[in-house]
C-alpha cells in the first residue's frame, strides 16, 4: 500500500531563516505531487505541482520554491522566511485519477 | 465570485442527526467531485470521490452530484462525535488540479 511521509512535523523559525521541508512517497511510482499550505481555518492554496524529476508548477508567486530531485521525493524551500508563510504546509500525492492523498503535515511558525 | 463555495460554519448538530453538507461551484466544465475529513491538526482523507452527476453511498456517507444546478452534498446518517471534524469539498476538471472549497467544520454533540 502506499503511504506518505513528511517531516518535520512540527518548526519553529525565526524571520529571515531558511527552511527545508521534505515529503517523500512509497508504494508507486511516478506520482503527481502536491505542495499545499493551509492558513488556520482556511482552505488549501496550492503552491507547487509536479508530474516527474525536475518538472515543477507554481502556482503562486512568493519567497517559496520546490525541488524533485527523485521520483517520489519533494522538497518544499526558502532562502528566508516571511512572517506570513506560518501554515500548515501539506504534501499530496496522486496517479492517473484525481484523487490526492495527503500527508501528516508540517506546522510551521515563523516568529 | 471564487470557483467553488462553502459554508464554513461550524455546523453543530445533536449525535444521531442527519446531517447535510454543501458546496456549490461556478464552472461547469468539472467532472470529478470530492469530499475529504480533515481532524485538527491532520492532514486531509479522502472520503467519497465522484465522477460526473449521480449519487454514490458508503456506509453511513453518501454524496450527490447535481450538475445541472452544480450543487454538491454529503449526507451522514447517524452522525457521531467522531465525526467532528472539517469537511472540505474539492472538484476538477483535469487530471492534476483540485479546486477546493474553504471547508465546513462539523460539531457532532453528545
Known amino acids: 500500500s502506499q503511504t506518505i511521509h513528511q517531516w518535520p512535523a512540527t518548526l519553529v523559525q525565526p524571520v529571515g531563516s531558511p527552511l527545508s521541508l521534505e515529503c517523500t512517497v512509497e508504494g508507486t511510482s511516478n506520482p503527481n505531487l502536491y505542495w499545499y499550505r493551509q492558513a488556520a481555518g482556511r482552505g488549501l492554496q496550492l503552491l507547487f505541482y509536479?508530474?516527474?524529476?525536475?518538472?515543477i508548477s507554481s502556482e503562486v508567486p512568493q519567497n517559496l520554491s520546490a525541488s524533485r530531485p527523485q521520483d517520489r521525493q519533494f522538497i518544499l524551500s526558502s532562502k528566508k522566511l516571511l512572517l506570513s508563510d506560518s501554515g500548515f504546509y501539506l504534501c499530496?500525492?496522486?496517479?492517473?485519477?484525481?484523487?490526492?492523498?495527503f500527508g501528516p503535515g508540517t506546522r510551521l511558525t515563523v516568529l | 465570485q471564487k470557483e467553488v463555495e462553502q459554508d464554513p460554519g461550524p455546523l453543530s448538530v445533536p449525535e444521531g442527526a442527519i446531517v447535510s453538507l454543501n458546496c456549490t461551484y461556478s464552472?461547469?466544465?468539472?467532472?470529478?467531485f470530492m469530499w475529504y475529513r480533515q481532524y485538527s491538526r491532520k492532514g486531509p482523507e479522502l472520503l467519497m470521490y465522484t465522477y460526473s452527476s449521480g449519487n454514490k453511498e458508503d456506509g453511513r456517507f453518501t454524496a450527490q452530484v447535481d450538475k445541472s444546478s452544480k450543487y454538491i452534498s454529503l449526507f451522514i446518517r447517524d452522525s457521531q462525535p467522531s465525526d467532528s471534524a472539517t469537511y472540505l469539498c474539492a472538484m476538477s476538471d483535469s487530471n492534476y488540479q483540485l479546486i477546493w472549497g474553504a471547508g465546513t467544520k462539523l460539531i457532532i454533540k453528545p
Open positions: 499530496a500525492w496522486s496517479t492517473s485519477s484525481n484523487e490526492q492523498f
Open positions: 464552472n461547469s466544465a468539472f467532472q470529478y
Open positions: 509536479s508530474v516527474g524529476i525536475g518538472q
